[in-house]
């Protein structure tokens, strides 16, 4: 963020799969969303309090309960409202407790959303407003929140610096998740980005050197037109 930009962010791996759960705020009026509540929400509610924030919104990017699993809990704590993901994560959503017990996160809820987003919504925190991408291929559902005076966005398990999302689970689809990249996130420009686990990147540096979505491995994945038909 530079010194001007209407945002700040921390952000706070939880859950045994270290997952970025990430608090931004709005500078003009202190209010806070959490993306991604995936677990452990004691320590993010202390931070958020060591701060100064008021909690305004849960956003949660796609159904997985390392992402989603802390939600109504959250929710119960702060009675502030959840935003997403899309509906199309439902199913995902139901079985977060069995899911979270496979992969070790404690004391993780199903939920029903106050708001299903669809591509092009905008959700408002503070006196700023994100927009919502739909961007499927690793569950159906997946939405990221992008703010674009800041040419910022938290992309949950699209895409990772130097990696993209898995796409092996039940209703994951590879051709989408590309498309969903290229198409949706790439026309974007250079936007940061933080992701569901490991470090920071941006949309020119994956594009540069991403082994799956940057610019040379897409052109030469693409078919070969000039030959006859
Ligand atoms: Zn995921
Ligand atoms: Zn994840």
């Known amino acids: 963020?530079?010194?001007?930009?209407?945002?700040?962010?921390?952000?706070?791996?939880?859950?045994?799969?270290?997952?970025n759960c990430t608090v931004v705020w709005c500078t003009k009026t202190n209010k806070a969303a959490v993306i991604d509540p995936g677990g452990d929400i004691?320590?993010?509610l202390h931070e958020i309090k060591r701060r100064g924030l008021t909690l305004e919104?849960?956003?949660?990017?796609?159904?997985?309960a390392d992402h989603a699993g802390g939600t109504q809990a959250l929710r119960e704590a702060t009675g502030a409202p959840v935003e997403g993901p899309h509906e199309d994560d439902r199913f995902w959503i139901e079985r977060i407790p069995e899911d979270a017990q496979r992969w070790g996160i404690y004391d993780a809820q199903s939920f029903e959303p106050d708001r299903w987003?669809?591509?092009?919504?905008?959700?408002t925190l503070g006196e700023t407003t994100w927009e919502v991408i739909h961007c499927p291929g690793?569950?159906?559902?997946?939405?990221?929140?992008?703010?674009?005076?800041?040419?910022?966005a938290q992309v949950g398990d699209i895409l990772f610096k130097g990696s993209i999302g898995r796409t092996d689970f039940p209703r994951g689809n590879h051709a989408d998740l590309i498309e969903a990249i290229t198409t949706r996130l790439w026309p974007l420009g250079d936007v940061r980005f933080v992701c569901g686990h490991g470090p920071m990147s941006s949309f020119a540096q994956e594009r540069q050197s991403n082994p799956y979505v940057g610019d040379r491995v897409i052109a030469a994945s693409m078919p070969n037109r000039s030959g006859p038909g």
Do not use: C
Not at 57 to 64: D, E
């Open 1 to 19: 963020m530079t010194a001007e930009s209407p945002i700040r962010l921390f952000v706070a791996p939880v859950t045994p799969l270290q997952q």
């Open 42 to 44: 004691e320590p993010v």
């Open 57 to 64: 919104k849960i956003w949660v990017t796609h159904g997985h």
């Open 117 to 123: 987003l669809n591509h092009g919504d905008t959700v």
């Open 138 to 152: 690793h569950t159906p559902g997946h939405v990221i929140f992008y703010h674009a005076p800041s040419q910022f």
